[in-house]
């Protein structure tokens, strides 16, 4: 036998893996007897651990025959040879694909119940199974982790059979496998211990990597992550507030037409940031009953005044008080931000806007003081034109950073990971 247990064969795996320390690591693992492994990886290299969540779509004739594979979220991976081969029509696929979602979404609520998860963009995967079979799974997770945004993907195994590198060659970037032997029957037959991996188990993986993050076993740890209730003028409004151990600065998001504190690319922004240091407030700009109005998503004014009464209230809140604010706009948000970066003067250390529309902040661009960075998709070429003329309007230091290869919402694989790394940086500067 090879490996003890599951325990013994993850730390042995985090050791081949400790290059991959520092960067921008996510490790996910797969349910069930991959995620057991998967901890001991994450626990080694300071990393958040997750379950990535897979469901193979078989042809309804030949079940075993995968014609893609979809994840959470959305995101569907095709074999169009296969679909093709099989005769497979759009009707064909959307029913297995129905039953299959639905599977997956009771699996996913059961593993990580109110968690949230762990974005992929723009940052270095680690897939990790307790060993590979057939891989068909292991396989379709690569898959769906790279249309999910993943920049690299690496798939890490105690044990495979020969050759097997070469199957993966096409769909992850890296294999650690620390054997190949000769003589492969099964996973099981390398370890002392294989007994099956509960449900529950997973989930107690899962609070374990939470608790070491909390603790301090990871870079970024929080302090406080918590729901709050921010009142502005005559309503409150809904955010999320979560504060590093030691936290340089406090990053105000304003969100976008049409947008919310539960924006996917927001939280991925601020997770980026948290891991920096940087505390981050998600909040909505709107009431519900506010956003059915379109004519408000537009009123810069008005959200900006919200966001003026949202930063006072950051900076009278003890969890808060004293540290440098920032502002982080998207959209229309951008506008706001601006705008309340002029009223507040000095008081607003440095803004971020990502896909923004600082244009619509008019005569207020002029009297923006604190350091802005405008970040711009080169796909977005009439909001890149706009940014470039707001930008000759601001009397601030600035800089307009193109992302290349990405349009307007940032959603080509790695893009959306690069703005958030130029906001990091700016903040970290500016409010450090």
Known sequence: MMFIDR???????????????????VVLGLPRGGVPVALEVARALGAPLDVIVVRKLGVPSQPEL?????GEDGVRVVNDEVARHAAITDADFAAVEANERAELDRRARRFRGDRRRVRLDGRTVIVVDDGIATGSTALAACQVARADGAAR??????????GSAARFAADVDELVCLATPRHFASVGQWYSDFSPTTDQEVVDCLADADRIVSAGGAGGSLEHDEDVQIPAGAVKLAGHLAVPRAVTGIVVFAHGSGSSRHSRRNQF????????????????LLTVEEETDRANVFDVELLGRRLIDVTRAVRTNPV?????IGYFGASTGAAAALWAAAVLGSDIGAVVSRGGRPDLAGDRLAEVSAPTLLIVGSLDEVVLDMNSEARARLRCETQLAVVAGASHLFDEPGTLGEAAELARDWFVDHLG
């Open 153 to 162: 993907v690496v798939l890490a195994v105690p044990v495979a059979p020969p």
């Open 7 to 25: 325990i013994d064969a993850g730390r042995r795996l985090a050791e081949r893996l400790q290059s991959t320390r520092g960067s921008d690591v």
């Open 269 to 284: 922004v601020a997770e980026v940031l948290n891991r920096a240091g940087l505390g981050t407030l998600l909040f909505d």
């Open 66 to 70: 995968a014609m893609g594979a979809i």
């Open 320 to 324: 808060t008080d004293g540290r440098p």
